[in-house]
């Protein structure tokens, strides 16, 4: 049973790592009334004129769809549910969630390179598969400095194992925020 209603989980990492698959696990599983915001969503709300959000120039963009994400997040859970943010939300891009006033946790998976490009050229469909920007988002976010205790080094473990692991931290409060 996963029970922190009213409260954000942020589950973040690198394409590949297995946000997604965590994030739905969390979202399924009993005690809460629970809400899985898939950032990747947001983007694609943005029918004209988007930049792929890992290029440069999407940085004003990206700063928008954050902000927003923070405000649904902030609605769902004031509203009594747990709220599992699902996506490359980097150190960076923290601060409209810190000031929410909820209780917030964050946690970083963190698979090895060539894991993360295997599992997404592996999955296929229209999802990022281009090694380069894997890579780069890859050293973004393998040292979060002040945040490093954040970080979960999952290697190539099964999805239960994962899961598991981000229940256990959830709930010894290890990567609690705020």
Request: charged share 20%.
């Amino acid at each position: 049973m996963v029970r922190f209603a009213g409260e954000i989980l942020i589950l973040t990492g690198t394409p590949g790592s297995g946000k997604t698959t965590t994030a739905k696990a969390l979202a399924a599983e009993g005690g809460s009334a629970k809400v899985h915001l898939h950032s990747d969503d947001f983007w694609h709300f943005i029918k004209n004129g988007a930049v792929a959000p890992y290029l440069p120039e999407a940085h004003q963009q990206n700063a928008v769809v954050i902000d927003v994400l923070a405000k649904a997040a902030e609605g769902y859970a004031k509203g009594g549910f747990f709220v599992i943010v699902d996506g490359i939300v980097g150190p960076w891009f923290l601060a409209p969630f810190t000031t929410l006033g909820v209780a917030l946790h964050y946690v970083v998976l963190r698979p090895p390179l060539e894991v993360a490009i295997r599992r997404c050229q592996d999955r296929g469909g229209d999802t990022l598969t281009d090694p380069e920007p894997i890579a780069a988002l890859h050293r973004q976010l393998s040292d979060l400095g002040e945040l490093e205790r954040h970080a979960i080094d999952i290697g190539d473990q099964a999805r239960e194992q994962t899961f598991a692991t981000v229940v256990e931290a959830l709930r010894g409060g290890t990567f609690r925020l705020s």
